[in-house]
Each structure stands twice: as structure tokens, then as C-alpha cells.
């Protein structure tokens, strides 16, 4: 399964129902038939450049020639790329072996900073000056958080980690049919308690929000 930051520490029913649905995934495990399906979950941030995502919403704006609209300038957001998150999937795929929920150590970006990015590096294109869209900042919606956090400190005393992700193994109180001893793969080691969120990690600068940009060709 598929799911996201929002399913961590929800506070809208968007992120309820994603905390729900990686639930129902983990639990299917204690009701499948002995068939070898390994149910499991893939936490995303925010998908760069994917439809619906902030950076198509800002390039409607500058093409428009519109301000850019940020709801707080201290709002912060795990990115990563479509590769990154296709190679996730495939990664989860080949290691599960069933309630694991597998979640990319992904950066950090200031929202504000990634619309500065895109003035200086895209409003060019449309014709216009950096200086010509302001930044226009409209208060937090209801139901937006300021920052996201990808795994919860008590998910932290059953997570494992390596260089690239982190695999939370539920508690034993969720596997009421195998009781199983959860194995992390090799590489893996403990992680220590703590959450993960974008309020405590540190945020890329603008030059790193280039490279992304390099990348996405934009």
C-alpha cells in the first residue's frame, strides 16, 4: 500500500483515513490464506513535480503572472523525487516480507524557499522578472500542518534503519496470528527513539533545491 506523511500523527480526516487504511494493510496479514502475500506499506512525501503537487500549482502562477501564494513561510515538507519513489516501491517490494512500512530518509525544504527557486530560475521563461511576482503569504488553511513528520517516536522503538531508509515493524499486539519475531534485513540496524519529522531535520538551501530542479529539467 501506498500511503503518505499524513497518515503520522493525522489531524484531518484525509490523514485519518490513510492512518486507517496502513492499519487494514498490516492487519491483512493475520487473515490471508497462507497463500505467500506480504502485505506492506511505502510512506511517501511529497512527490516533486507530480500532478496535484506545489511546484505545477507555482508554474500556474508565474506563467500567469500571478504572486506566488504560501500559507506560512515557516512551512516545511519531506520531497522526493518520481524516480526515488518508483524505486522505493520496487525496493519494498523485493524486501517485505509482510507489516513491514518502509519510509525513504527523504530531505526537507522550506516551502519559501522553493518558490524563491522558481522566480529566479523559471519566471525568466515566461518573460518576466524575478522581482515581478511577490510572494504573498495567506495564512494556514484548516487542517494544514506546518510541518509533517514521516515516522512517529513510538513507531522509532520498532524501526530499523541503513543509509537509505527506515523499516517500522508494527508492534507484537498487530501479528495475533504468526507471533512473529520480526528479522530486519541485512544492514540494518536499530533506530534510536525519536521521531522523524521536518520540523527537526535540516532543511536543503536554495542551491540544493536547484540541483532538484537540474534534475526534474525544469
Known sequence: MISTD????PINTMGASKYLAERLTISANNHQKNNGTAFAVVRFGNVLN???SIIPIFM????SGSSLTITDPEMTRFVLTIP?????VIKAG???KGMEIFILKMPVLKIIDLAKVMLKKIAPKFGYKEEEHPIEIIGK???EK???ELMTEQESAFAYENEEMFIVYPPHIYDTKNNHQFTPPDGFTSVPIGEFSSFTARCIDEKEIEQYFIELKL
Open 6 to 9: 499524513k497518515a503520522v500523527d
Open 94 to 96: 523485493m524486501m517485505a
Open 146 to 148: 506546518l510541518y509533517e
Open 84 to 88: 526515488q519513489s518508483v524505486n522505493l
Open 50 to 52: 507530480s500532478r496535484g
Open 60 to 63: 500556474h502562477q508565474i506563467a
Open 141 to 143: 488553511r484548516v487542517g
